[in-house]
């Protein structure tokens, strides 16, 4: 898992310094909601700018298909950069180019003219084989910032040698997503529970029906596998929240009534997930475990946010949307790593290694 650091560049002072960041915050209507991937970035900052360099930034956001579009501009990011680390530069999206995610040779060509030095400290972006992840290594000196090297650090130390019981709690809605990180985890976990709209394919899998409820009937198969896998180690939920035909809400399950969505997980649900997220020596979150954004599906996710954040043992929550729901509940002090990647931890957890570290371990100032 070794990538060269920022002591492994050439003297800084006087270079320009290419720094990919991962500046993909969630923005409402202009304003950034949480800056935690921008704040982030910050002590590699000050390390280039303490060391002499200057540092221009760059950075996706969004999901622009290749062509400039008002509503993918970086400006938001642009301005609180400036507030947090006066004197970098932000080149605009570079998604706003094909060649981005195409890795176009002549686009990384055009990307690091007049640069010096690259640092990668998109730790979020680095399971994707783009232009600015892959492309800079092979053509400037190259180091890991200290994001990047610090979230290697954590994740990958997660399955070298877990404080025991070592468990795994995932939600979201897509099991299709999570289908190669889960049979990773089943081999190393103790425990692995699935909850959130993913469950509700585990449930088709079971032979429960599962209403209106979000599914994936093309991964029933794929469950059922793991369910065979997992045997006890895999928790589900033993009861739902469902919204019925009329608006009504009522606890199911584990099965969903036709006509009915699950859209939380069920009291005792949230009571056995809480139980075993307090028990564990090392525990991993990734996912919601409803439609927190809505108050009257958020009960389980906060509970269970409450749960990992007194947990006493090593804990670590990854993805976008469980960091979200930590810093809107006030929770994120509690945990002792938030990832501020979401995929890409999953990614590093399911293959042990990211194509952005792959490429800085090649860069000409590796060792
Ligand atoms: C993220 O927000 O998950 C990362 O920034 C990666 O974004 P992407 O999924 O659009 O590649
Ligand atoms: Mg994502």
Not at 43 to 69: M, N, S, Y
Request: net charge negative; with cysteine.
């Amino acid at each position: 898992m070794n990538v060269p650091t920022l002591e492994d560049l050439p003297d800084p002072s006087g270079k320009r310094v290419l720094l990919r960041a991962d500046f993909n915050v969630p923005v409402t209507d202009g304003k950034i909601d949480d800056d935690l991937r921008i704040r982030a970035a910050l002590p590699t900052i000050q390390w280039l700018q303490e060391h002499g360099a200057t540092v221009v930034a760059c950075t996706h956001f969004g999901r622009p298909k290749g062509k400039p579009d008002e509503r993918y501009s970086v400006a938001p990011v642009r301005a609180r950069l400036a507030e947090l680390a006066p004197g970098v530069e932000l080149l605009e999206n570079l998604r706003f180019d094909p060649g981005e995610e195409a890795n176009d040779p002549a686009f990384v060509d055009r990307l690091v003219e007049g640069f010096d030095l690259y640092v990668n400290d998109a730790f979020g972006a680095s399971h994707r084989s783009h232009a600015s992840v892959v492309g800079p290594p092979e053509r400037l000196p190259s180091a890991a910032g200290r994001l990047l090297a610090k979230e290697v650090e954590v994740l990958g130390g997660l399955l070298d040698n877990p404080a025991r019981p070592f468990v795994a709690i995932l939600g979201g809605a897509k099991v299709s997503d999570k289908l190669g990180v889960i049979k990773a985890l089943l081999d190393k976990v103790d425990t692995l529970v699935v909850g959130g709209a993913m469950s509700f394919t585990f449930a088709l899998a079971q032979g429960h029906g599962v209403g209106d409820s979000l599914k994936q009937a093309d991964w029933v198969d794929a469950c059922k596998d793991l369910l065979a896998q997992g045997g006890d180690k895999l928790v589900l939920p033993e009861d739902v929240l469902a919204l019925g035909p009329d608006g009504e809400l009522e606890v199911v399950g584990p099965g969903v009534p036709d006509g009915w969505k699950g859209l939380d997980i069920g009291p005792k649900a949230t009571a056995a997930f809480c139980e075993i997220a307090s028990t564990a020596g090392t525990l991993f979150w990734n996912g919601p475990m409803g439609l927190f954004e809505d108050p009257r599906f958020a009960e389980g996710t906060i509970a269970l946010a409450k749960a990992v954040a007194s947990s006493p043992g090593f804990t670590i929550v990854g993805g976008g949307d469980s960091a979200a729901a930590l810093a809107k509940f006030g929770l994120d002090e509690g945990v002792d790593h938030v990832s501020t990647g979401g995929g890409a931890s999953l990614e590093l957890i399911e293959q042990g290694d990211l194509p952005g570290l792959a490429a800085l371990r090649k860069a000409s100032n590796a060792s």
